[in-house]
């Protein structure tokens, strides 16, 4: 049985290439529906990126649709910086014809939560947790039903992405974190400290290039546009791919090791807001609840992704 996801998202080149990795995996993962937030780049930009990239996938018949345009409390911050002024800078991809859903992203989420059994839907967020939020705020009946959520954020010895102390999903919306760290469902968390032992260094990218499908070339494309920022930034031989970790573990658990810990959200300092306070040593009596991923084979990660993208 294939695990049924809710992929949120805000496109995004890494994201693309984890929505890419879920769609090319039909025998582990099938995808009831996409929901864009803002992040990474503004919601208008986010809802187009999801569908060029199911386009892009030729799963077109994908369900995507807008969520919230801004984080629950604060203004949105934004990362062109690191992904482009259209979010998917790198390769030239032609605009949507596949139509935005009607519904709005967390009233899809939280029917779909009702209308399914009980541990059956996964939800994945590899943006700021705005939709997934609000969703749990809006129909406290759901959370129970939500089989695992996995998501990309967070650090604890790669500290900070964004600010000195906090990586940017998070720090975009650290209220919102707060409520899904704390609503009690089974979370597994992929950290900068998993995503920064992910590089896409030139022989992987060259391997997604020489695929020389419009897939492969797309994602080389992509790849090489965000790494720039990166290579320089952390001084290292290729940029982190950060949110294909999520549709990877649900594929193969098996290339990431990590500790079932507690996990708190500062939303009151001014110097570490945003942070994920990760109690990886055990110092405090806090509850556990998360698995906090800290490493990743990652050579099986990329090999893993290039024979899943050479389906598409």
Known sequence: MPRRIIIDTDPGQDDAVAILLALASPEEIEVLGITAVAGNVPLALTEKNARIICELAGKPETKVFAGCDAPIRRKLVTAEHVHGQAGLNGPKLPDPVMPLQDQHGVD????????????TVTLCPLGPLTNIAQAFTRAPDIVEKVQEIVLMGGAYFEVGNITPAAEFNIYVDPEAAQIVFRSGVPITVMSLDVTHKALVTPERNNA????????????????????????????????????????????????????????????????????????????????????????????????????RLARL
């Open 108 to 119: 899809f989420i939280i029917d779909t939560l009702r209308a399914e059994p009980a541990g």
């Open 208 to 307: 997604f290039r020489a695929l020389g499908t419009k897939v492969g070339i797309a994602v080389a494309e992509m790849t090489d546009f965000f790494e720039r920022f990166d290579k320089e930034k952390y001084g290292s031989d290729g940029a982190p791919l950060h949110d294909p970790c999520v549709t990877a573990y649900l594929i193969r658990p098996d290339l990431f090791t990590g500790r079932h810990i507690n996990v708190e959200i500062e939303t009151t300092s001014e110097l570490t807001l945003g942070m994920t306070v990760a109690d990886w040593w055990g110092v405090t009596d806090r509850p556990r609840n998360a698995m906090f991923m800290g490493t990743i084979d990652a050579q099986e990660y990329f090999d893993l992704l290039t024979e």
